[in-house]
């Protein structure tokens, strides 16, 4: 297995045996993702736990092979199997192995059927731990509303196709969007995947008579990776232009999607907390007390700044440019 997509976390503690918990993330090239090892690093320390982080390096036949090597190792088990799915399976062969092994299973950020009928029929904890998608995609359209009051164009950068999260702000950012026309781009949650995507679309002849209001990425690092497109075009095709519209992102990582914001690349993002952290704790104490929690936990996403205050300053930024 490459070396980039395992990293162990060595703890030095009681010499009773430590509970030990696999965490499988969906890659290394996305800030949330990375923020996600973070929350479980630090949840393991926390509460005494061995950690061990896979990156699956956006395939889900590469997360399947790497979760079947950990259930089917001659060495012991780890006690649980946390996982955000790459694929849009959810991988429910590979859940039946480890739960038939007796390894705990909570799924990150996605809702899968088969969760309930492997809770009837193991003994073992097995629930969800997912951000609100569709709230995601409300509050964004919201965004859109504040900075476009009188209605206007949106150039949409989203997930992947196979992804229920995609789908899912997709669907709750077209509920509340109101008068704007939304024009969508596909990209893979990475900077790169957003200004490979951008790039292609400016080549079309149709983007020249594009006119765009506001661009927005469904993550934090694809906004960025459009405005990196954007950056490089010549000033005669309109450069200043692109780069003075707002840039709306989603996840609201402090060394990223926050930090942008204060440089102004960013006007704003949506602040969706890592959930590996709550996974861990919720699973260890499911196993400590022989219990299963609640089938679906979901956690609230936050706008950020506030859609009041994107409201506000747009409507000062209207005063001032009218004086």
């Known amino acids: 297995m490459p070396h980039s997509q395992v990293r162990n976390i060595i703890q030095i503690g009681e010499p009773m045996k430590r509970m030990r918990f696999v965490v499988s993330l969906?890659?290394?090239?996305?800030?949330?993702?990375?923020?996600?090892?973070?929350?479980?690093?630090?949840?393991?320390?926390?509460?005494?736990?061995?950690?061990?982080?896979?990156?699956?390096?956006?395939?889900?036949?590469?997360?399947?092979?790497?979760?079947?090597?950990?259930?089917?190792?001659?060495?012991?088990?780890?006690?649980?199997?946390?996982?955000?799915?790459?694929?849009?399976?959810?991988?429910?062969?590979?859940?039946?192995?480890?739960?038939?092994?007796?390894?705990?299973?909570?799924?990150?950020?996605?809702?899968?059927?088969?969760?309930?009928?492997?809770?009837?029929?193991?003994?073992?904890?097995i629930f969800a731990v997912t951000s609100d998608h569709e709230e995601i995609g409300r509050i964004q359209g919201t965004q859109f509303n504040a900075l476009l009051p009188n209605g206007g164009s949106v150039l949409y950068i989203q997930g992947p196709s196979e992804s229920a999260a995609s789908k899912q702000r997709t669907t709750g950012m077209y509920e509340t969007k109101g008068d704007v026309q939304v024009k969508l781009v596909?990209?893979?949650?990475?900077?790169?995947?957003?200004?490979?995507?951008?790039?292609?679309?400016?080549?079309?002849?149709?983007?020249?008579?594009?006119?765009?209001?506001?661009?927005?990425?469904?993550?934090?690092?694809?906004?960025?990776?459009?405005?990196?497109?954007?950056?490089?075009?010549?000033?005669?095709?309109?450069?200043?232009?692109?780069?003075?519209?707002?840039?709306?992102?989603?996840?609201?990582?402090?060394?990223?999607?926050?930090?942008?914001?204060?440089?102004?690349?960013?006007?704003?993002?949506?602040i969706v907390p890592a959930n590996t952290g709550k996974a861990i704790e919720m699973l260890a104490h499911a196993i400590q007390t022989g219990t299963n929690p609640p089938e679906r936990t979901t956690m609230t996403p936050i706008a950020f700044p506030s859609v009041d205050v994107l409201s506000i300053a747009k409507s000062e930024k209207a005063r001032a440019s009218s004086v």
């Open 26 to 125: 969906i890659s290394n090239e996305n800030d949330y993702q990375l923020e996600q090892a973070v929350a479980a690093e630090e949840a393991g320390r926390r509460l005494g736990i061995d950690v061990q982080i896979l990156y699956a390096d956006s395939d889900s036949i590469t997360q399947s092979q790497q979760l079947l090597g950990v259930i089917q190792s001659r060495d012991s088990h780890p006690d649980g199997i946390i996982f955000e799915p790459v694929g849009g399976t959810a991988l429910p062969q590979v859940a039946k192995a480890a739960t038939a092994a007796g390894i705990g299973w909570v799924v990150l950020n996605r809702d899968v059927e088969y969760i309930s009928e492997l809770r009837r029929s193991q003994r073992v904890p």
């Open 186 to 270: 596909k990209g893979n949650w990475t900077e790169a995947s957003a200004y490979k995507a951008i790039s292609a679309w400016l080549r079309l002849s149709t983007s020249r008579q594009s006119h765009m209001d506001l661009i927005a990425g469904q993550n934090d690092a694809m906004a960025i990776g459009a405005r990196k497109a954007f950056q490089e075009l010549p000033e005669n095709a309109g450069r200043a232009q692109w780069l003075s519209v707002p840039y709306l992102g989603v996840d609201g990582v402090s060394k990223t999607g926050l930090s942008w914001i204060k440089r102004g690349l960013l006007t704003a993002t949506i």
